[in-house]
């Protein structure tokens, strides 16, 4: 039994290790973005097998549409959670769903501009350009922890989500 006890170990042991080992190992070894994807764009001819880039890697744009989704979703969260539960939150809060409905405009006209600075930087892709894009980003950012702090707090039965804070992505820097 005791054998069987130290194989055991020993074996998990080998398994934490190499799981480690395959972690460590692989994974983003630079700070730049492979070929293919999104991102780094390439084009492939079928009949020699040579791959192309069609663009060089954009990063910037990767990290804003990663910050962007990041705050779209926050904003979201609290509109969703409010329509879900919204029998019960008319009774703690009557004025809630108009609010809320205020917001929803809000985020859909800041989700346009979105759209367009998106469209006008993936034009000319300047860095010059992804200041629409972050204006954009922060404005949602606002609109996150807007919509969160509308929520009543303290609703029996009810856990509400988190309340994100309007600087949540600052780390998130450009290079």
């Given amino acids: 039994m005791k054998r069987r ?4 170990r020993k074996f998990s042991t080998v398994i934490i290790a190499s799981i480690i080992l395959s972690i460590g190992g692989s994974g983003c070894k630079t700070a730049l973005l492979e070929s293919g994807g999104a991102y780094a764009p390439v084009q492939t001819n079928g009949l020699t097998g040579v791959v192309t880039a069609t663009s060089a890697p954009d990063l910037p744009l990767l990290l804003t ?3 962007w989704t990041l705050a779209y979703n926050g904003a979201l969260v609290a509109c969703e959670f ?4 919204r029998v019960l939150l008319r009774t703690v809060a009557p004025s809630l769903k108009a609010s809320m409905d205020g917001y929803r405009d809000k985020i859909w006209l800041v989700n346009r501009t979105w759209a367009r600075a998106r469209q006008a930087y993936l034009a000319h892709p300047v860095p010059a350009g992804l200041s629409g894009i972050q204006n954009a980003i922060a404005a949602m950012q606002q609109l996150a922890a807007a919509t969160a702090a509308t929520l009543p707090r303290n609703v029996p039965g009810v856990m509400l989500p988190p309340v994100p804070s309007a600087n949540q992505f600052r780390d998130l820097a450009l290079p």
């Fill in 65 to 67: 549409d990663s910050a």
């Fill in 5 to 8: 006890i130290e194989r055991l």
């Fill in 82 to 85: 409010e329509k879900a539960n």
